[in-house]
T-cell receptor, first 108, second 113 residues
Framework: GQQVMQIPQYQHVQEGEDFTTYCNSS?????IQWYKQRPGGHPVFLIQ?????EVKKQKRLTFQFGEAKKNSSLHITATQTTDVGTYFC????????FGKGTRLHILP | DSGVTQTPKHLITATGQRVTLRCSPR?????VYWYQQSLDQGLQFLIQ???????AKGNILERFSAQQFPDLHSELNLSSLELGDSALYFC????????????FGDGTRLSIL
């Protein structure tokens, strides 16, 4: 069945360093969404990518959708303590499938 | 505040019991989703409803069932509970249930003793 794999599972970075999480699907997706879940909180929608090769930016966050619409990435430039949390990708085919998430820890 | 309301916030019960989790979607949203999140696990999609009808099914066990009522609130029923059912259960809602953002509630934490 359809699978969405996300790597890495955990990432520790020094504050100010960059961070990237990758999402790969076993099937072509109609779109991909990214969510952030703060510790003890609920997932919050960040962005949706629809077009092949699409790149979107939100301040220090850059989101990419692969040309084949089977992979995506989220890159954070110069991480801050407020970036702590788990970042999930969610691929939409006939139904939505969430990756297991990447938990980001920031070292001060 | 996402506008999605889940009750109760916490639930503690014993193996073999049955519980009902409740979700009120954001005003104007017609679709409701249920997810299970276990410790250090991602979000497992359980089931989706749109305007009272089941739209998509994920990894939902036969011991679990759900429904969406005419007023659009939804209930997730979990029966013959096992220790492994301990998890955080999230409800999310969206306007049409298609390719659009989902808005999550704060979740119900279920603990099975």
């Amino acid at each position: 069945g359809q699978q969405v794999m996300q790597i890495p599972q955990y990432q520790h970075v020094q504050e100010g360093e960059d961070f990237t999480t990758y999402c790969n699907s076993s099937t072509t997706l109609s779109n991909i969404q990214w969510y952030k879940q703060r510790p003890g909180g609920h997932p919050v929608f960040l962005i949706q990518l629809v077009k092949s090769g699409e790149v979107k930016k939100q301040k220090r966050l850059t989101f990419q959708f692969g040309e084949a619409k089977k992979n995506s990435s989220l890159h954070i430039t110069a991480t801050q303590t407020t970036d702590v949390g788990t970042y999930f990708c969610a691929g939409l085919d006939d139904k939505i499938i969430f990756g297991k998430g990447t938990r980001l820890h920031i070292l001060p | 505040d996402s506008g999605v309301t889940q009750t109760p916030k916490h639930l503690i019960t014993a193996t073999g019991q049955r519980v009902t989790l409740r979700c009120s979607p954001r005003s104007g949203d017609l679709s409701v989703y249920w997810y299970q999140q276990s410790l250090d696990q991602g979000l497992q999609f359980l089931i989706q409803y749109y305007n009272g009808e089941e739209r998509a099914k994920g990894n939902i066990l036969e011991r679990f069932s759900a429904q969406q009522f005419p007023d659009l609130h939804s209930e997730l029923n979990l029966s013959s509970l096992e220790l492994g059912d301990s998890a955080l259960y999230f409800c999310a809602s969206s306007v049409t249930g298609g390719a659009e953002p989902q808005h999550f509630g704060d979740g119900t934490r279920l603990s099975i003793l």
